[in-house]
């Protein structure tokens, strides 16, 4: 049986990918360029410093990473404080199995402390975590594993008894850097990825049963 859980947070925990993907094509629109699937699919799971600095390569922006991420902040804090996020599904039902079978677990986001603690708190679901770990935690990004190094060294729990859960192919590899095991759960901006470094590939967190943990 798995020892312990690290859940990455957007579009895993949350549906906010969306959120983002809306903000970064209100930057890209005012200077003339498209965001395509492929270039948001590059970005995600990355510090946001990281994915302005593909979205300022891949689109040829003029503008530096750190001028795009501060515009970006400014679109996604307002969509978010306006519409708020919602759980993906299946994802208050695991956080009981878990209790259930006393697992602890933990989050490793990418994202901004002040956004992480704004979605847990609005979930009524911060307390129930052991440890949360922000993008502003850490020096080196998803793929780097440094993340889900850390978040295993709070747990005090066996690495290869941890499982990380990812959407994201960076987050996928910076899980099994860290020499966690990991399941990649698609949806609507992953679902033509190829997760072959992940040890299972589900749908949705649902799938994520008692028989799946004691297996994986």
């Known amino acids: 049986m798995i020892s312990a859980v690290i859940f990455d947070m957007d579009g895993l925990m949350v549906d906010t990918e969306a959120l983002y993907s809306r903000a970064v094509i209100g930057i890209v629109k005012k200077r003339n360029r498209e965001f395509t699937q492929k270039i948001k699919q590059e970005m995600m799971g990355r ?3 990281e994915s302005m600095r593909i979205l300022k390569e891949r ?3 003029a503008e530096s990473p750190e001028e795009l991420l501060s515009e ?3 679109i996604y804090d307002r969509l978010l404080k306006a519409e708020g996020a919602k759980p993906m599904p299946g994802l208050y039902e695991l956080l009981d ?3 259930s079978l006393k697992i602890p677990y933990a989050i490793a986001s990418s994202s901004k402390r002040i956004w ?9 679901i911060k307390q129930r975590f052991v440890s949360i770990l922000s993008g ?9 594993p440094e993340i889900y190094t850390k978040s295993i060294e709070i747990l005090r729990k066996p690495k290869e008894k941890c499982l990380v859960l990812e959407d994201a192919l960076s ?9 966690a095991k990991c399941i990649a759960v698609r949806n ?4 033509d990825l190829d997760f072959k470094d992940a040890d299972l590939v589900l749908e949705s967190l649902k799938d994520i049963t008692k028989e799946v943990l004691e297996k994986i």
């Open 47 to 49: 510090l946001g410093i």
């Open 59 to 61: 689109l040829s922006l």
């Open 72 to 74: 970006r902040a400014i």
């Open 97 to 99: 199995l878990l209790d």
């Open 116 to 124: 992480v603690d704004f979605i847990m708190e609005s979930l009524k």
């Open 136 to 144: 502003e935690d850490i020096k080196n990004g998803k793929p780097d």
């Open 171 to 179: 987050g996928v590899i910076a899980g099994k850097r860290a020499g």
């Open 188 to 191: 609507e901006f992953n679902k």
